[in-house]
């Protein structure tokens, strides 16, 4: 059967390609309301194409998130393997905003091929890597006319605002999600050609500080004697981090747990060059972070404080001499295992009052969060798809964590006790969050044939609802 | 003769103030290059004005700033009073943003008049202080056919953005700008009432502070052990001035020259609630600062330290997690008397550079600066101007400094050894640089009648030109 799905895959390869591009030509970008229509529309793409595979109960879910950032949930199933396991595949149709936009060589929703990759906003995170699901379902479809295991999918369009919609459905219609195993490709492969399954997420809290100095901006005349919003923020900013990279938080490092010995071990064994990393990944003068910990551990294990931006104040061409009133930090926290978001931010915010310079005031909102998960290697899901990935790559699967956050595996996991199996095919200098951001084509394509082969395994798999 | 010019004056209180709200509507934003034609437009306005009141030579000079925010100085002279002395007007055209916006009660260019005052960007800061002059001039000309004195005005179009046009033209064209004193009006009145002459300002090093941390912008899941340019921006500007309000960038102190105590006990004798400082014209929590100085020190005779913004990074509605390669400070020291605004800039720079955090890179960039200034009380213009205002308003004049800076006072003292007397009609509460900017129609009018008498008394005084 396999010989089948994969020679339509292969055959189909520049269709499979042009379709992804048609996607992303789709500025689907959650988190800005004048791109509200674009993100439906992706939405109503993606159904298209779920109905014409040969899907069924394909509809649009609307959310209740909280507007102008609720975006629908794409469902769709095929149930017709009664005594074969069940698999819901997730992934995201939203995207990043694509700014800075002049650093782009190629326009972010014209989708461009250069040396082997597809550049554009959403290539990898994760309109390519949920493409890759679609167009696995679409060719074992396609050879059989049927399925060899039951499916369904549920694609969401908030992943890069926090998913609170997605988050909702899952804790009050566990029902309709019913599922042994969930995949999900919104990670990436160790290094070029190895394959990898993360078993690991930290979890996260995106938070607003904002300071408060006086009912109006003043001149800087006053300066000496005024309090300067600015000045009071980068003073708390610089107390929830040294600048050794030790989060000073009281008590937030001694929840933490720390990764098992073996795991460790196994870290220790991947193929990792720090200064190769350092250059060719981050792109910086020198690696960061608390040194009482490994690269892996700082990424993987540890929590971590990191500023996004700082509205407010004048940001405009030349200079203006003015104290503003008021100052944001947009920052936010990932989460090591065994931290929740509910005691950080509570933990957070009371640190930051009490840290609160003299003339200010401070205000603490916590924007959106995720808790942290592991997932253990053993599972028998992860095991199978372990061996479809060392098929098709030809060489041992690895397993890591990665230091990003996917809400909707924690809840997965709280919700519906769904393990799920995360195989990325991203590659750590795809840019993504960034410009030029890309996706390499031999991954998409390598990447359905994986998920072909993992999903043939595991429907020779008993479900095991009760494990 | 001071009666009928007066006389005039009074007469002609409405028609002055309409003529103000016509110049106000002009939104002559010098930073912005959006308004490089209504600022052109504002230098043509007054230039029309001067020559309507029969002054000569008037014309429009252009600067050689830095282009896009080069805007022309307006000249005018009337030099026919061979034994009489010369005074040089000073005052500026172009006005601060008026940025936020959504925090105006009336529109910033639609002067508007409430409660006795005249809303508007650039009521006071400076258009409806330097009209004043203008008005002074018209009437005595109006009234006599002729002048007392001989007069010249610079009126500049570039203060808000630096003033590096008039500072050049100051420096090379001396002969040009002839005079015995000057009147600058850009100051506030230390209370309603109150006639002020200001003898001291601070200068200042306007700066960017911009730090890299890596090549493009990375997610924020790298966190831990990738550098973030915003935290490492928090943690210098946290180490510039500490949380007490103390600079630390080592020997900027030790240059302050420290008031002279005679002047220090004139500062204790001024009406002054702190209680009522803070909170009426700082509308803040608590006025901060280094403990050691009293509040006139910090805001007159001590350096301080202020951020005005920080562009860059996300800032858009909702969340991005992104670690920004970039942070760009904008933020000025305002220098107390006998600091320089080289030495200054050198120790600030040399200081960044040295504090800059691992795995980041710092430039700092001087965008516009300006000396600090101190005239003595007992200068004989200085003198005559007191006198003026003391019959004016009815009170002693009260000799204070100003924490802000006016570039050319420091320019015309250096390249022209012309005090300059700074008689201001400003009220602590005008809002300058922020939103409802206003004016008190009353100080308007009586600031007219006190440049009037002031020129009277002026044009008796023998000339001292190697004085």
Redesign the interface.
Known sequence: MTTTALDFARRNQPRFLEGLKTLLRIPSV????DHREDVRRAAEHIAAELTHIGLENVHLIETTGTSP?AHPLVYADWLHAPDAPTVLFYGHYDV??P??LD?WLSPPFEPTERDGNLYARGAVDDKGQMFMHIKAVESLFAAHGSLPLNVRFLIEGEE???GEGIAAYVATKPANLAADFCIVSDTSMFAPGLPTLCIGL?G?I?TEIEVR????????????????S??A???I???I?D?S?RILIPGILDTVQPPAEDELRSWRSLPFNEDEFRES??????????ARFS?FE??WA????????????????????????KAT??A?M?LAPNMTAADTFRRFREYVQQIC?????VEVRL??SAEPSLIPVDNPWIRASASAMTEVWGRETVFVR????IPIVGDLQRHLSLPCVMMGFGLADD??????EKFSIHNFHLGIESILRFLERASTLRPDRHA
């Open positions: 959650s988190t800005d309301p950032t990043q905003p700014d800075p650093e890069e605002v926090g930290r996260m995106y100095s006086a009912r109006v901006d003043l001149h800087s005349g006053y300066g000496g004697a005024a309090p300067n600015f000045n923020l980068a003073h900013l610089a107390k981090k600048e990279g990944v981050l792109g910086c003068q020198a690696i960061v972070g608390d690269v700082r990424l540890q929590p971590t404080f990191d500023v996004h931006g700082i509205p407010g104040g004048f940001t405009g061409v030349g200079a203006k001499t003015v104290i503003p009133a930090a947009k936010s990932r310079p003299l003339g200010v005031s924007i959106h990665t230091g990003g956050s840019n993504l969050h960034a410009p030029n």
